[in-house]
C-alpha cells in the first residue's frame, strides 16, 4: 500500500471520527430538557418561591368557631397542659400558674406566680378571645421570652375547643363574641385566611 493511499484512508477515518463526534454534540444539545426559570404553566395549590415579599404567617381567626366549639375536645387537649398548670377554683400554681377564670382575666395577675414580664408586651392587659388564640397558636412568637416551653395549638378546631372550655371555668363564663368582635379577629388575621386558601390543593 502506497504512502498517498494510506493517508487516503487515514484522513477519511479522521473526519468520519470527527463528525461522529459532531454529530453526538448536536444530538445532546438537541435531546437535553432545557431548566425553566418556573413553570410553564402555574399550577393551582402550589407556591412558587421567590415571588415576591414573603408573608408573616398568622394564626387563623377562630372567635367565630366559639359558640359551636367541641368543650369536650377542649378538655381533652388541656391534659397537655395538667403537667405546668391546674385549673381548678384556688387550684395551686405549679410550673405556670393556676388557669381558673383565665378568659376575661388580668394578664399577669395570679397570686404567687412569678411571671416572665412578656404577656401583656401586645393584645392589651386582658386575655381576650383573641389574644388566647395568638397564644395558644404560638406562645412564644406572641411573648418572646415566655417560659412556657409549649409551642402552641396549629389546628384552628383545636384551639376554639380549647378557649371554650377554657370559658366554662368560671363562677360567671364571659360572653361569647360578638360580631363586631369576630369581625375584627378576622379583619386582623385576613393574611393567615388567604394563605390558607392560596394554599389548598385544588379539587379537580
Not at 387563623?60 to 395538667?82: F, N, T, Y
Amino acid at each position: 500500500m502506497g504512502g498517498m493511499e494510506f493517508n487516503k484512508i487515514f484522513a477519511a477515518i479522521l473526519v468520519a471520527g470527527i463528525a461522529a463526534m459532531m454529530a453526538g454534540f448536536v444530538a445532546e444539545k438537541l435531546t437535553k430538557p432545557h431548566k425553566l426559570k418556573e413553570n410553564a404553566y402555574p399550577i393551582e395549590g402550589v407556591e412558587v418561591a421567590g415571588g415576591g415579599p414573603k408573608k408573616e404567617k398568622l394564626a387563623e381567626p377562630v372567635l367565630a368557631l366559639l359558640a359551636q366549639a367541641d368543650i369536650a375536645r377542649g378538655q381533652k387537649v388541656s391534659k397537655a397542659c395538667a403537667a405546668c398548670h391546674t385549673f381548678d377554683k384556688g387550684g395551686a400554681n405549679g410550673v405556670g400558674p393556676n388557669l381558673w377564670n383565665l378568659v376575661g382575666g388580668k394578664k399577669q395577675s395570679v397570686a404567687g406566680f412569678s411571671y416572665s414580664g412578656v404577656l401583656n408586651a401586645q393584645g392589651g392587659d386582658v386575655w381576650s378571645y383573641a389574644a388566647l388564640n395568638k397564644f395558644l397558636w404560638k406562645p412564644k412568637k406572641y411573648a418572646p421570652g415566655t417560659k412556657m416551653n409549649y409551642v402552641g395549638l396549629k389546628k384552628p378546631e383545636d384551639r376554639a375547643a380549647m378557649i371554650a372550655w377554657l370559658r366554662t371555668l368560671a363562677d360567671s363564663p364571659k360572653p361569647l363574641p360578638s360580631a363586631s368582635q369576630i369581625a375584627a379577629e378576622e379583619a386582623e388575621l385576613a393574611p393567615a385566611v388567604e394563605e390558607t386558601v392560596e394554599l389548598a390543593p385544588s379539587a379537580h
